[in-house]
C-alpha cells in the first residue's frame, strides 16, 4: 500500500463523519488527533504521553464509553501532557456527537497498513493530507496551504544552507520550513556536521509564527512528523511577538491576504509605517527582520506593489535596505480565492552600516501574461518554474548574470532610476495578454448547484413570506 492509497483511505473516512454535520477542516483536526495517538504506538514514543490515555486505552472502548473517555483524553492531554503534546492538544475538543462514528473511525484507523506508511515517511503521508484538505474549496484551507511546487520553487533559489536561522512569520502548516529542512538533508554536507550542529537544525534552525489555533495544532504535527522540532509560536507577528523574534539569515513566507482583523493597525512599535494592510506589515517585519546579508522569498499580492502612500513608502524602505534583485509575477488559480494575482518577492538585507541604495535594478519575471489558470483541472507542477529558474540562476543572491530578454521574452530588467520615475510602482507588466481563459476559471459544478439551491430557497421563503402577509391581510 502506497502513501497515496493511505491517504486516500483517511480522506475517505470524513463522509462517515458527515452524519455528525462535521467539516472538511474540523474532520482533519479530528483526524490529527487520532493519528497523534496511533502515531505515538507506531514509532514507539508513547513515553510521551500519559498512561492511560495512550492508542490502546482508547481502542479497546466501544460506544458512548469511547466517545466519553476520547472527550476525557483530549482534555487530561491539552492540560496535564507536557511539551509539544499539550501544544497539540490544547484547547482540543471534539465535534463528534455519535459514538458508532467514532467508532467506525478508530477500527479503520486500526486496520490500515502502518507498516508501509512508516517505509514511505508519515510525514509525507501528513502532509499529502494537508494537500489533500486545502484543494477542498469546502475546507476553507487553501488561505493557509501555499501549493508545494510554488514553495519548492522558493527555496531552491534562497538556498537555506545548515547553521543558518530560517524564519517563516505566518506559517501556515509549516510547508516552507519543512521544505528548507528537506533541502538542507539534501545535501551531502549534512553528514558532516558535528552532534552539536546536528542538534542546532533540528531543535534551532527553524522557527515563526502562527496566528490561528488549529493551523498552529496542524503545523506542530507536520514539524513533528518530519523530525523537526521547531520553536513555532501561537502568537501575532504584527504584535509584540513579533518584534520579539529573532534575526534570520532567511525569511520564507506566505502572509495573510486583507486587512488587520477589525481594520485597526498593527501593535508594533518598531514599524516605521503603521498600516492595516497586513501585507504591507507583513513585508516591513521581514526586511527589519534580517540580518546584514539575510535573504528572503515572500509572496505578496498585487496590490503591495501598487499602493500609493504607505505602500509607495515602504517599497522606497525596502529598497533602500535590501537589494529587491527579483519579482515572479505568478499566474492566477494558484490559491483559494479565483482571480487573486500575486507575486514572489526576492530581495537581499543590506550591510548593517548601509541602508540606503541597495537596489540598483529589479529583474521581473511575468508568469502571468499568457498562461493558463491553475486549478483542479490545471494543477501546477514543477516544470511550470523551470524556465524562471533558469532564467534567475544558480546564485541566492540574485547575483548570477541572466539575460534580459526584451519586451518579447518574460524577464525584463528595471533600473532604480526608471522604478522610482514610476513613483516607486513595481506593478510593471509589458506582454500582451492572449491567454483563453479555460475552465478553471469557471465555477466548480457544486459551486454552481449550491447557488442555485440558495437562490431558490430564498425565493421560496419570500414567496412563503409574501402569502403570509397576503393571508394576513385577507
Known sequence: MTTADIVRKLWDLCHVLRDDGITYHEYLTELTYLLFLKMAKETGTEDQLPKGYRWDDLSA??????????????????????????????????????????????KEIERLDWYSAREE?????????????????????GQYFTPRPLIDCMVRLVQPKAGELVQDP?????????????????????????????EFQRKKAFYGIELVEDAHRLALMNLMLHGIEANLLRGDTLASDGERLARADVILTNPPFGTKKGGGLPSRKDFTYPTSNKQLAFLQHIYRGLKPGGRAAVVLPDNVLFEENTGAQVRA???????????????????????????????????????????????????RANMPSFGKRTPLGPGHFSEFEKAFGSDPYGKSRRKDQGEEGRF?????????????????????????????????????????????????????????ALGGEA
Not at 72 to 86: I, K, P
Not at 188 to 195: G, H, P, R, S, V
Open 317 to 367: 524602505d525596502l529598497m533602500d535596505k535590501c537589494d529587491l534583485h527579483t519579482i515572479l509575477r505568478l499566474p492566477t488559480g494558484i490559491f483559494y480565492a479565483q482571480g487573486v494575482k500575486t507575486n514572489v518577492l526576492f530581495f537581499t538585507r543590506g550591510e548593517e552600516t548601509k541602508d540606503k541604495g541597495n537596489t540598483r535594478a529589479v529583474w521581473v519575471y511575468d508568469l
Open 412 to 468: 525584463r530588467k528595471f533600473t532604480r532610476e526608471e522604478i522610482r520615475a514610476r513613483g516607486n510602482n513595481l506593478d510593471i507588466a509589458w506582454l500582451k495578454n492572449e491567454s483563453v481563459h479555460g475552465a478553471d476559471d469557471l465555477p466548480e459544478p457544486e459551486e454552481i448547484a449550491s447557488e442555485i439551491l440558495e437562490k431558490l430557497r430564498t425565493a421560496t421563503e419570500e414567496m412563503e413570506g409574501l402569502q403570509a
Open 121 to 141: 515517511g508519515l510525514g509525507n503521508m501528513y502532509e499529502d493530507l494537508l494537500e489533500r484538505n486545502a484543494s477542498e474549496k469546502k475546507s476553507g484551507a
Open 170 to 198: 505566518a506559517a501556515g502548516t509549516a510547508g516552507f520550513l519543512i521544505a528548507a529542512d528537506r533541502f538542507i538533508r539534501a545535501d551531502d554536507k549534512i553528514y558532516e556536521l558535528t552532534e552539536r550542529q546536528q
Open 61 to 106: 472502548k466501544t460506544g458512548v464509553g469511547l466517545l466519553t473517555f476520547y472527550r476525557a483524553t483530549l482534555l487530561h492531554l491539552g492540560t496535564e501532557a507536557s511539551g509539544r503534546v499539550q501544544a497539540i492538544f490544547v484547547n482540543a475538543k471534539t465535534s463528534i456527537k455519535q459514538p458508532k462514528n467514532l467508532e467506525t473511525l478508530v
